[in-house]
């Protein structure tokens, strides 16, 4: 709970306190008392928040509470809910409004590269936005789902109307990303990463992008030019079966390494959990993964480390498969006799 009294002045702080406590999802449940699920990210917020508000001449008080005195558990997580609604059907109404637009656009010929880059931009910040009311939607709204079918339908539409330029910019034999379109960019995650952004970040920065510059950010922040990865939306991130490690090794051609394609499993099985390809080696990575993340809080010196677990991991897992192919197993002939029989073993 935040409980707080503003300063007359500045006049806009009011204003922007109260746009700070939406973007976090906090729901008014009295005058000037703000609540949210109980957690250690909210309470860091409202932590940031209370400090925000002192430092403009205010008073705030954040602390934990059992009940709410005039309000039941029920009212409260309808409140979240119908908060979280509100914003859904609001998005739904623009995604929809832009699919229209670029089916409309698209059906006439009147469908441009500048207007394709508009609703790109436009896509992007609906995107962003969604992203956030998502991350706030701490009761599971009836509005998610409609919300994200919509960015689903306008994503899928804004594809296909850039397919026809994107084939015509490709080779006949492309089947997939090249690396030497990605070198030098920006690459953007989520913070406090582990497994799969850990491993993605690694394979980045070994097969695809020479010069990467990393970004780890909360999940409604955006990057300017960056390339998201395995975050929610983006091109690089969990897709059917596959995680996020998974699905670059495919779009950027590297199945044919064998250690890369068995790295793949093992973060796969420590990711999704799903034990697909029953790799023995997942609990020796993820327990060391794990006391990594436990040591090192700092997300950027956590990839530094971690990078050293994966070179030597596929390290070894590519060694054994060159050779194999290159010393294949050789059966010893059957000793044999004078006779000409073979020596029956003792």
């Given at each position: 709970?935040?409980?707080?009294?503003?300063?007359?002045?500045?006049?806009?702080?009011?204003?922007?306190?109260?746009?700070?406590?939406?973007k976090?999802?906090?729901?008014?449940?009295?005058?000037?008392?703000?609540?949210?699920?109980?957690?250690?990210?909210?309470?860091?917020?409202?932590?940031?928040?209370?400090?925000?508000?002192?430092?403009?001449?205010?008073?705030?008080?954040v602390?934990?509470?059992?009940?709410?005195?005039?309000?039941?558990?029920?009212?409260?997580?309808?409140?979240?809910?119908?908060?979280?609604?509100?914003?859904?059907?609001?998005?739904?109404?623009?995604?929809?409004?832009?699919?229209?637009?670029?089916?409309?656009?698209?059906?006439?010929?009147?469908?441009?590269?500048?207007?394709?880059?508009?609703?790109?931009?436009?896509?992007?910040?609906?995107?962003?936005?969604?992203e956030?009311?998502?991350?706030?939607?701490?009761?599971?709204?009836?509005?998610?789902?409609?919300?994200?079918?919509?960015?689903?339908?306008?994503?899928?539409?804004?594809?296909?109307?850039?397919?026809?330029?994107?084939?015509?910019?490709?080779?006949?034999?492309?089947?997939?990303?090249?690396?030497?379109?990605?070198?030098?960019?920006?690459?953007?995650?989520?913070?406090?990463?582990?497994?799969?952004r850990?491993?993605?970040?690694?394979?980045?920065?070994?097969?695809?992008?020479?010069?990467?510059?990393?970004?780890?950010?909360?999940?409604?922040?955006?990057?300017?030019?960056?390339?998201?990865?395995?975050?929610?939306g983006?091109?690089?991130?969990?897709?059917g079966?596959?995680?996020?490690?998974?699905?670059?090794?495919?779009?950027?051609?590297?199945?044919?390494?064998?250690?890369?394609?068995?790295?793949?499993?093992?973060v796969?099985?420590?990711?999704?959990?799903?034990?697909?390809?029953?790799?023995?080696?997942?609990?020796?990575?993820?327990?060391?993964?794990?006391?990594?993340?436990e040591?090192?809080?700092?997300?950027?010196?956590?990839?530094?480390?971690?990078?050293?677990?994966f070179?030597?991991?596929?390290?070894?897992?590519?060694?054994?498969?060159?050779?194999?192919?290159?010393?294949?197993?050789?059966?010893?002939?059957?000793?044999?006799?004078?006779?000409?029989?073979?020596?029956?073993?003792?």
């Amino acid at each position: 709970m935040l409980i707080h009294q503003l300063p007359p002045k500045p006049t806009n702080l009011r204003v922007r306190i109260w746009r700070k406590l939406q973007k976090l999802g906090a729901v008014a449940i009295k005058n000037s008392v703000y609540v949210l699920p109980a957690n250690e990210k909210t309470h860091e917020d409202f932590q940031w928040l209370k400090q925000e508000i002192e430092s403009a001449g205010g008073e705030a008080a954040v602390f934990r509470a059992d009940a709410v005195e005039g309000a039941t558990d029920k009212e409260i997580i309808a409140a979240f809910r119908n908060a979280s609604d509100e914003e859904f059907t609001e998005l739904s109404a623009q995604l929809d409004g832009l699919t229209g637009s670029i089916r409309e656009q698209t059906r006439g010929k009147h469908l441009s590269a500048g207007r394709l880059t508009a609703h790109e931009t436009e896509l992007d910040r609906l995107h962003g936005e969604l992203e956030r009311v998502v991350a706030n939607d701490f009761f599971t709204a009836k509005g998610r789902a409609a919300a994200l079918n919509a960015y689903e339908r306008c994503q899928k539409l804004l594809r296909a109307s850039q397919a026809p330029v994107a084939r015509a910019s490709e080779s006949p034999k492309s089947n997939g990303l090249t690396v030497h379109d990605y070198q030098g960019r920006r690459w953007v995650t989520r913070r406090n990463i582990h497994i799969d952004r850990l491993a993605s970040g690694w394979l980045i920065k070994q097969f695809i992008d020479k010069r990467p510059r990393f970004y780890f950010v909360n999940e409604s922040e955006k990057v300017q030019n960056a390339i998201p990865f395995d975050m929610f939306g983006a091109e690089f991130t969990h897709h059917g079966e596959d995680c996020t490690f998974e699905t670059m090794v495919k779009r950027f051609g590297l199945g044919k390494i064998k250690g890369l394609r068995e790295l793949g499993q093992i973060v796969h099985d420590i990711d999704l959990k799903d034990d697909k390809f029953h790799r023995l080696e997942a609990a020796g990575l993820k327990a060391m993964i794990d006391g990594l993340c436990e040591k090192v809080s700092d997300d950027r010196k956590r990839l530094q480390q971690a990078s050293v677990i994966f070179d030597g991991l596929f390290a070894l897992l590519d060694k054994t498969d060159k050779r194999q192919q290159k010393s294949p197993t050789k059966k010893k002939a059957p000793k044999v006799g004078r006779s000409g029989r073979r020596k029956a073993r003792s």
